[in-house]
């Protein structure tokens, strides 16, 4: 009986993964068919990628945008994870653009698969459905962008699967803390935005562990269950080699720059401890999301959320009702178990809200600290709202079949059917939409025309003229040096050549070995030069002598008609 019911648990389960699951699978559909190439910062994610292999392995994670906010302070992002785990895939299709869409596919469908299991692990077929509701909401909001590799993306999913464990956690399931290790790790590392939440949250567990497992006697935990911890305190080391090699090896290292950007002042006021709370509460209820002028540069402008609500108010008025439904019955319940040892006869509930409400309070905090122009970047931790807004969905489920006795002896058969059909229904309806954010952050179809439509013949005539050669990179020009730049290389790379360029970043990084002064004698170079359309080309800006191959375009970059020329210069 007992393995019948594991093996119909199991298979539901999976069932519950794949539906969860649609919209990325739909997500790679639309990108591989709207032809997405890697440009910009998502070619810059596969150059360290690339990198991986090397003699030269990646130990920072991307740029950050910390001097617009925060001006003279050049911060990357935490650490590299997300290079080293799309390194395999992108390696086995060749170093193929879609090798990078397959590879950030798999990792969401690790993320989710990850979350829903341990849901399920710590509150049974309601928790599973917590967790794969919430995976299929955000999919609907973030659409084809959770399968694109720009680092903002994977730490959507992966902030999910970090609550989705920490509440296992939280209910006394030690076997929990190594996976929480390697998935708190990688969300904190893929972007800073994420490191408030999740290293409150650490603390906040750490400290419960403490109390609970501090015996009469002395300090006896490790000693009963030896094996997570060391397992989990050899997978955190390994997380964080790169950031901390990057530290003995860089002056000023990336550590010294993110404590200046904690410390110091921003350009603009921030929002206040007010205008964060606000900003949570709207998360809760998203009411109304994506208006159809919806574009970063508007966003940025306006200091706007995408989760902003016309009726904002009465947004704040239900989210303030959903909270009081979830949170007050739970803590009034865990008051007396919060800090204790767990029993298996606890409810699993009133665990779920402290995790997100401790998620919720972090994230408050973190977006305190936001200026308007960079407050879209707290939406992108909607996950701990949301888990909130489900535990409270939960609670009055809960209610009303304890209470009514015509449903009572039905619910505990019914459950995992319900939880499979609810799912099944937001999934359905979430991949109907394109989203509206899929535009944002350099995803514009336009731009990956553009770079696909140079990269690729520049490519080719290197590989008929100079197919061994080193490759010198130089760009005149924002919108060559933002995207086209970016995307010319990382096809070079891929094609093996070994590719020098320049950056606009005054601090040194892992990845100086490719500036142009190291460059051998022997190296072709690209130059790409790009105008107005209809001025003409600066004086010089001509086709040098020995030109090996030179052609024109002419493209749109943010509304601005430019015409753009590239030429291959022979070895120096």
Same mark, same amino acid.
Request: charged fraction near 10%.
């Given at each position: 009986m007992g393995q019948g019911r594991g093996s119909r648990d199991a298979t539901l389960l999976t069932v519950l993964i794949v539906?969860?699951?649609?919209?990325?699978?739909?997500?790679?559909? !639309?990108?591989?068919?709207?032809?997405?190439?890697?440009?910009?910062?998502?070619?810059?994610?596969?150059?360290?990628?690339?990198d991986v292999f090397s003699a030269h392995p990646p130990l920072l994670g991307m740029r950050s945008t910390s001097d617009l906010s925060n001006p003279g302070v050049w911060a990357h992002h935490p650490g590299p994870m997300q290079f080293y785990l799309l390194a395999v895939p992108y390696a086995a299709t060749g170093f193929a653009p879609w090798g990078l869409v397959v590879? /950030?596919?798999?990792?969401?469908?690790?993320?989710?698969?990850?979350?829903?299991?341990?849901?399920?692990?710590?509150?049974?077929?309601?928790?599973?459905?917590?967790?794969?509701g919430v995976a299929a909401i955000l999919e609907y909001f973030y659409g084809a962008?959770?399968?694109?590799?720009?680092?903002?993306?994977?730490?959507?999913?992966g902030l999910l699967a970090v609550l989705m464990l920490a509440w296992r956690l939280q209910r006394g399931d030690r076997r929990a803390l190594p996976l929480y290790v390697v998935c708190a790790s990688f969300t904190a590392q893929c972007h800073i935005g994420f490191v408030p939440v999740v290293l409150v949250l650490s603390v906040f567990l750490a400290v419960v562990a403490l109390i609970r497992w501090w015996p009469a006697r002395g300090w006896s935990g490790p000693r009963h269950h030896p094996r997570p911890w060391l397992v989990a305190g050899g997978l955190l080391v390994l997380c964080w080699v790169p950031p901390i090699i990057d530290v003995f090896v860089t002056a000023p290292n990336n550590v010294g720059e993110l404590a200046r950007l904690v410390a110091g /002042?921003?350009?603009? /006021?921030?929002?206040?401890?007010?205008?964060?709370?606000?900003?949570?509460?709207?998360?809760l209820v998203p009411v109304s999301v994506f208006p159809t002028n919806l574009s970063q540069a508007t966003l940025l402008a306006k200091g706007d959320s995408i989760f902003t609500a016309p009726a904002a108010n009465v947004a704040v008025f239900v989210a303030c009702a959903l909270v009081a439904i979830a949170v007050l019955p739970a803590l009034w319940s865990? !008051?007396?178990?919060?800090? !204790?040892?767990r029993r298996r006869s606890d409810p699993a509930l009133p665990d779920l809200v402290v995790i997100t409400l401790v998620s919720c309070v972090a994230l408050v905090w973190a977006t305190a600290t936001l200026t308007r122009s960079r407050i879209i970047y707290s939406d992108l931790l909607i996950a701990a709202p949301l888990c909130l807004t489900a535990a409270a969905v939960w609670q009055v489920a809960r209610f009303v079949g304890e209470r009514v006795p015509a449903i009572r002896p039905r619910v505990p058969h019914a459950v995992p059917a319900l939880v499979v059909s609810a799912v099944c229904v937001v999934a359905a309806v979430a991949i109907l939409p394109d989203s509206q954010l899929l535009h944002l952050l350099g995803g514009r179809r336009s731009d990956w025309r553009t770079a696909r439509s140079v990269s690729t013949p520049v490519a080719e005539a290197i590989a008929q003229r100079a197919p061994h050669a080193p490759v010198r990179v130089e760009c005149h020009g924002l919108a060559c040096m933002a995207s086209i730049a970016p995307a010319i290389s990382t096809q070079l790379a891929a094609d093996g050549h070994q590719v020098y360029f320049d950056k606009a970043w005054p601090k040194p990084e892992d990845d100086d070995f490719r500036r142009l002064r190291h460059a051998p004698r022997d190296a072709v170079t690209v130059v790409i030069r790009e105008k107005a359309e209809g001025t003409a080309w600066p004086s010089g800006a001509g086709p040098a002598a020995g030109v090996l191959w030179s052609k024109e375009w002419r493209f749109s970059y943010y509304g601005h008609r430019e015409d753009m020329a590239v030429s291959i210069l022979p070895p120096r």
């Open positions: 539906l969860a699951c649609l919209q990325i699978a739909w997500g790679v559909g !639309r990108l591989l068919g709207g032809d997405w190439f890697p440009q910009g910062d998502e070619a810059i994610v596969a150059l360290h990628t690339h590879g /950030s596919a798999l990792i969401a469908i690790a993320l989710v698969a990850i979350a829903v299991v341990a849901g399920f692990r710590a509150g049974g077929w309601p928790g599973a459905g917590c967790a794969a962008n959770l399968a694109r590799p720009l680092n903002a993306w994977p730490p959507v999913l /002042s921003a350009a603009e /006021s921030p929002l206040g401890w007010g205008g964060g709370a606000k900003h949570v509460f709207l998360m865990a !008051r007396r178990t919060l800090l !204790r040892p």
